[in-house]
Nanobody
Framework: EVQLVESGGGLVQAGGSLRLSCAAS????????IGWYRQVPGKQREGVSC????????FYGDSVKGRFTISSDNARRTVYLHMNSLKPEDTAVYLC???????????????????WGQGTQVTVSS
């Protein structure tokens, strides 16, 4: 059974940090890119970051560049999102998704993501 399980969300003050985890199982981890997305009710889902865990290449959305870092622990089949200098506008449900590696360049386009997790809530207070 394919599973992507997010964890690490919570309530944090503006300027604080959180680390999210996305634990993957049920598919060949090396064949997939893993992306992080966020969803606010009434707004379009936003691409946050994506990683190719084989060569370490990473991608970031403009709104998080310089503040968020994505990393991968292949042995644990887990991708992390390190979030620093958090702002109230970062408040959202954060989801991770997996897609075949050849499609990584379209990570920020609608429809990307063969497998999805259920999400973890991040709330940043001002």
């Amino acid at each position: 059974e394919v599973q992507l399980v997010e964890s690490g969300g919570g309530l944090v003050q503006a300027g604080g940090s959180l680390r999210l985890s996305c634990a993957a199982s049920g598919f060949t981890f090396d064949d997939f890119a893993i992306g992080w997305y966020r969803q606010v009710p009434g707004k379009q889902r936003e691409g946050v970051s994506c990683i190719n865990s084989n060569d370490g290449s990473t991608f970031y959305g403009d709104s998080v560049k310089g503040r968020f870092t994505i990393s991968s622990d292949n042995a644990r089949r887990t991708v992390y999102l390190h979030m620093n200098s958090l702002k109230p506008e970062d408040t959202a449900v954060y989801l991770c998704a997996a897609e075949f590696l050849p499609l990584i360049s379209s990570w920020n386009l609608t429809g990307w993501g063969r497998y999805w997790g259920q999400g973890t809530q991040v709330t940043v207070s001002s």
